[in-house]
Every structure is written in structure tokens, then in C-alpha cells.
């Protein structure tokens, strides 16, 4: 099994980059790829990811608007299109089949030992 999130770089403030994670070895039909990312000295949270408590699709707050996901099922990826970056939405980005524990509007990854991780992407998003 295997997931490799791609399409990171530099960007400038206000602009767009789509993220790809090419997925193999698993039927993409059976599981949700969310998205996660980790910025310097912070701690890893959901961008778009499953509840756990309650499969509901969650959308951090500071993303609303500006993310959107997608997914081809004739390639095996999952996309993730960024519009309007701003600096706080610099960090390494990762897809994986994790599911995400959701507290108000913020969410973070649930530790389960059977989630796939891709690599991660780094994002930097310069003013």
C-alpha cells in the first residue's frame, strides 16, 4: 500500500497550487483520503478528513472557501486544490486514509496503527 502526495512549492500570497496523491495497492472505493498538515513547531491538523465520531466530511475553518477535494477513481488520486493561499497555510501536507478527530473547528489526525501516510509535500506560501 502506498500513497505519495506531490505538487508542493513556493507560492505567493493569494495564489493556487493543487496537491496529487497517487495511491496503489488499495481500493480507493473503500476509503476516504483526508488531508493533514503540520507547519514548523506545530502540531499536525485535519485541512479535509473524516470525523471519526461521525464520518461527517470536515473542513478546517481556515480553509473554507479555499480547498476543495476531489478524487479520480480511474487514477487513483486524490487532489486537494488550494486557492487564495495565505502564509499561515505554509507546512508540510500529507494524504493519508486516516480519519480525524474533530474539536470545534480545528481537527487532528486519530492515531491508528492500520492509516496509510504518504510522504508529505512541502507548501510554502511566501507574502
Known amino acids: 500500500v ?3 502526495a506531490s505538487g508542493g512549492g513556493l507560492v505567493q500570497v493569494g495564489g493556487s497550487v493543487r496537491l496529487s496523491c497517487a495511491t496503489s495497492g488499495f481500493n480507493l472505493d473503500h476509503y476516504y483520503i483526508g488531508w493533514f498538515r ?3 513547531g506545530k502540531e499536525r491538523e485535519g485541512v479535509v478528513c473524516i ?3 461521525d464520518g461527517t466530511l470536515f473542513y478546517a475553518d481556515s480553509v473554507k472557501g479555499r480547498f476543495t477535494v476531489s478524487r479520480d477513481k480511474v ?3 486524490a487532489d486537494l486544490q488550494m486557492t487564495n493561499l495565505q502564509p ?3 507546512g ?3 494524504c ?5 478527530i474533530v474539536g470545534g473547528t480545528t481537527a487532528r489526525p486519530r492515531t491508528y496503527n492500520q492509516d496509510y501516510w504518504g510522504q508529505g509535500t512541502q507548501v510554502t506560501v511566501s507574502s
Open 88 to 90: 499561515e497555510d505554509t
Open 75 to 77: 487514477k487513483h488520486t
Open 51 to 53: 470525523s471519526a465520531s
Open 96 to 100: 493519508a486514509t486516516a480519519t480525524c
Open 2 to 4: 502506498q500513497l505519495q
Open 92 to 94: 508540510i501536507y500529507y
Open 38 to 40: 503540520q507547519a514548523p
